[in-house]
């Protein structure tokens, strides 16, 4: 079968499932959309390197996962703010340990939080209000199959660097999730 007609054929089977694996890592719809497309529209120019080793739906996720990870880097690499010079919360006080406010409580309870679709749902809303370095740090760290050594390769970052905007990006998810799920 030609190429034109193997990729019209999989964009119908495979649009929905492309479309649903990309709203769970990116919260606008239309970069989603024009990520699923980009993705249809690469497996069409590199349709002569799919060899059939995987099914074309693990093909295609595959392309969309690297589409995703650009766009996280693109996000990084766009933003003009030095990571040195963002505030990070007060959790420590001067000699480095916790500060009284926010000292870890035990949460302990047999329910895994990642099974309650609230919980996602702040959790999501917390990453979505991370200032974009960090964001993407958090997206590709924890969103996609690539490696830290990668990471810092593609976004030209030591990893000193990376896992410092790491650091700071779980602190600020950590109020974040105090404030709005916890409730402590």
């Not at 990893?159 to 974040?176: D, G, P, V």
């Amino acid at each position: 079968m030609e190429a034109k007609e193997t990729i019209k054929a999989w964009v119908e089977e495979h649009t929905q499932t492309l479309y649903n694996f990309a709203v769970s890592k990116i919260d606008d719809i239309e970069i989603v959309k024009d990520l699923v497309q980009d993705s249809f529209l690469a497996a069409y120019a590199g349709f002569e390197n799919y060899k059939e080793n995987s099914s074309p739906r693990t093909w295609l996720i595959g392309i969309l996962k690297h589409k995703i990870a650009d766009h996280y880097r693109s996000l990084y690499k766009n933003e003009h703010i030095s990571i040195t010079q963002e505030s990070t919360f007060a959790f420590f006080d001067n000699v480095g340990m916790w500060d009284s406010k926010h000292i870890p409580k035990d949460f302990s309870t047999d329910v895994n939080l990642l099974d309650d679709t609230e919980f996602l749902y702040v959790l999501n809303a917390c990453i979505g209000k991370l200032p974009k370095k960090l964001n993407s740090a958090i997206q590709l760290k924890y969103y996609s199959d690539i490696s830290s050594s990668q990471i810092c390769k593609d976004l030209s970052i030591t990893a000193t660097n990376f896992w410092q905007m790491l650091h700071r990006a779980k602190l600020r998810l950590r109020e974040c999730l105090e404030i709005n799920w916890f409730k402590v």
